[in-house]
């Protein structure tokens, strides 16, 4: 995408740059001024979460009655109430996601780049046909879809499974989409030409090749589709009746809706809230080391 | 399909790292294999079998039901009381003649206006920000802004409903001290605005990353010829480093508005919390009260059908524009 | 050889099973009461193990469970927890419109029993419970389980007669009187608010139809109605206007606060004295103790304000039955636990303890029930007055279409407390009547304008 676009704008500026001026103009201040906006930005982002850590030290009657974001001492307590609710059942939601997420995330990146390759390095009838249709998948919420998909897999008696979560998770449009376009910007045709010369079968190429090349792309997509099933309420919600196969998304938001006649369990909801966001964070500063690489290898093709 | 709930949305990276290939100046493009070969589709064939089983027969079921209703005879208790029957266009009739769902509709474009522009500006600040030199506490800012990302939508919302009491407020505590008052953005005609920055919260790192993403594959010989002419930071970010991610700002500003005109996480999540959120308050709250609390599933597929097409009328229009520049490496 | 006959003596069990829920399954339209010759009022035991899934939503059932489980090693039953109220009805008449997927065990909220028959969702256990199971629950109960007729689709299991909750050391400092008719209650709000303007007597929650429901049961309403075969709706009734422009004159007076309930901000209030009653139910202890702990002890309970001075009638809000559903293969033993569920002393013992609920069936709320609550322990008669009070309970019908009208009100007079004036409290209560009246007709029930 890059190529077309480099050449025309690299002309402007330095026929119309300004005067010239000493680069220390822009050395000392403006340095200033953008990493207080880059703090302001953090700040803004961190708050919800800074109070979520004070919340979850608090007991029941310390979170209605003292000043928000003050800290307390009962984070023990509430990480103890909350494992005792009905055995441990946190703990197994927690395994829960990881499971939807981490091998529905596999699943899905392999199904993705499969795709994403197969429309970027060919030509055949259907093709965009093929791309636009998986592209209108996005266009349609999960709201929508959680009705319909319950009954046709009740159909096959596949209803509260892991599978039922799993399967339907795998399909990404967006994930097939961000690997067309690493497949088309990471793999070069005439390293493809070439072992096909040397006689190699196309899912070698593929295999040995191609998922290599385009492996910075994948840990995105991979990246990305793990936090949005990690995230994902709609589907499990609908799909799983037995409490012990429910996510996170879905477990936390039990908590809350005790029904009429019961209070909700705010600081059992607000301790796993925390606890849910570390495995992410965890995962977000691993993989980060990627995109440092990714980006490391510079230039764009020409 | 893998939806969520937040509404962060997609954007498009520009492709990262490839090899530079200047062997590639001299001799065209080889053309892909035209061999009429199984290989694409061999590859393609699990998207295509999972999208049909999981998207597209639901979603060809769901457009099926939207065309039924149910008829009750007598007083509807006992066993053969209900028989589902054709309807016609009789849920669309009713759908699109309901005032709260056009209002709804309405109310959704104007916060899709408050709400992408913003997002998408400030991520590309923050974004330009983290690739300018010289600036400070990049790492902590960018792990920070990508932070709310991680947190589900349902817990966002929940978390910043307690930002927005009142009463429970650590904002509006500091805003009593200093003796302004405690706004109720929950309770007045802010809760547009409320609802928009739980979403603006949550998506802004998101979109940074890919905007990021698309500046750092951009060579930095480009700006160094810029430099020596003496052009300053915010001119080279203005006038080289914007125009180059152009196409990549405008795919995320189409996702970001299918997804915004999708909201329904951060809505109904606040809604016990006040009383100025109605069931319908947003186009996809309402297929949600049809589908889950009327148990109306027929006028809920019909709403979802309407909702839909507008969706694929409003992005395709875009993506066509736009698809040729966005694919040009594959030409 | 002892196998064999082993085999022989389960498989005419199993027959026996097959025929009973087959000839009770049947013919629920007219509620025939005596189903099949063949059913029970002896518990028995099936040869070989049988599991059963029950959906609740109720705390501590698990412990309920394991006592079951221990004496019926045969009868296996496993709970899963769903979230509160409608999404866990929606789950299940999506599993039963599926075909698959549903429990053999149902918690049902009663106002939502006509909507799961209609549905076809709830079995026909009338020949699976015992014959004499109507004498052991009010009149009230009894009939919103069988919905006027003689077929019994769920087993009460607890109850909500609504009370008045107030801060009995907030009424000392200030002086007041405990109301025992509305006018009182209305005259106490104001000395209450404007000795601290801060603080409120009561707030109207837009988001707690229920709620609203059993106040307009107390003045006598009934919002739906079966006459023949007909269904009438009848929500903007005399008695629900003359509810809701009461309390629609207190918050355009300001007495009255105009915030929901169940939300952080209300629970603030709770603590820290700005919300000094609460119009609630007899489960009202276990939120306050959840909610407001540092209350303890300073709160009581008294029996609901009445509109003519004398009278004694209270609404309910809350409380569910038990029912066994049609997709149950085992529903012979999934009655045989339901009821014993809901009638046992055992199992209401734990009920009560772990669950914090009220049980409705008579016997056990005299026996299950002596000491107060620890929230209440300043309170020693607690449950002596909440068994007169529950006897109480005025009869009120639901209809099939009970969420739209929860809906509709949730909407309507979120409007309304948003306006704060009691012109909009009377029109959001006639805009309930239009959307449930039309409604109804439009789904094709027969209605009696």
Redesign the interface.
Known sequence: ??????S???A???G??????A?G???GR???G??V???L?????????V??VM?STKN??E???S???APSTHLWDNLVDLSGY??GLFWRWMLNTALYAGV?GLL?V???A??G????????RG?TA?F?????????????????????L??V?M??TYWAVL????????????S???A???V???VL?AA?TDGAK??RI?FSLAVPMML??LV?VFL??F?????????P??ML????LFP??VG???L???????????TS?ITG?LL??IP??AL??TL?RF?QV????????? | MTTSTTTAAPGTPAPPAGRPRPADAARPRRRRRRAGSAAPYAFLAPAIALFALFLALPIGYAVYLSFRRVKVSGLGLGKNARTEVWAGLENYRTALSDPDFVASVLRVLVYGVILVPTMLGLALLFALLLDARRVRAKSFSRVSIFLPYAVPAVISSLLWGFLYLPSVSPITYVTEKLGWGSPDVLDSGWVMFAIANIALWGGVGFNMVVIYTALKAIPTDLYEAARLDGASERQIAWRIKVPIVLPSLILTFIFSMIATLQVFAEPITLKPLTNTIASTWSPLMTVYRDAFVRNDIYSAAALSVVIALATLVLSFGFLRLVQRRAFSQEK | MRLHTSLKVAAAVAATALLASACSSGGSGDGDGSASPSTRTTPTDPAQKIDLTYWTWAPGMDEVVKAWNTAHPNIHVTVNKQDGGDPAVTKLLTAIKAGSGAPDIMQAEYQKIPTLVAADALADITGDVSADLESEFSEGAWQSVTLGSDTVYAVPQDSGPMEFYYRADVFEKYGLKVPTTWDEYAQVAAQLHQKDPKAYLGTFSANDAGWFTGLAQQAGASWWGIDGDAWSVDIDSAATQKVASYWGKLVQQGVIDNKPMYTPAWNKALNDGTQVGWVSAIWAPGVLEGNAASTKGKWKMAKLPQWNAGDDVTGNWGGSATAVTTQSKNPQYAAEFVEWLNTSPEAAKLLVTEGGLYPAALESQKTALSDPPAFFSNQPDFYTLASQISSTVAPFTYGPNVNVAYSSYNDEFGKATKAKTEQAFTDAVSAMQTTTLDDLKQSGYNVKE
């Open positions: 995408m890059t190529t077309t676009t480099v025309a704008p690299a402007p500026p330095s119309r740059a300004a005067p010239a001026r680069s103009r822009t050395a403006s340095a200033w953008g990493s906006v880059l703090l930005g953090a700040a803004y982002c961190l708050l919800p979460v109070w979520v919340a029941a009657s979170l209605f009655d000043f928000t974001l009905r055995d529905g899905s392999l199904v993705s499969m795709a390759y197969g429309l970027a390095k060919y030509t055949f093709k093929i636009n249709m998986i592209l209108a998948g996005v266009l349609v919420p999960g709201v929508v879809l959680a009705i319909p998909q319950y009954l046709l009740a159909k008696g209803t509260n399967l339907p998770s795998i399909i990404s449009p967006y994930g097939i989409y961000l067309r376009i690493y088309a910007a990471a070069p045709d005439d030409e096909r196309e899912g593929f910075p792309g995105t990305f589709q936090v949005a099933i990690w995230n994902n309420f709609m589907l919600y609908i009746g037995d409490d012990h996170l998304t936390l938001s039990g809350l809706n005790q029904g009429a006649t019961q209070p909700a369990m705010y909801v809230a849910s966001i992410l964070v977000f500063l980060q995109w990714d980006l490391a290898a510079g230039a764009v093709k020409a």
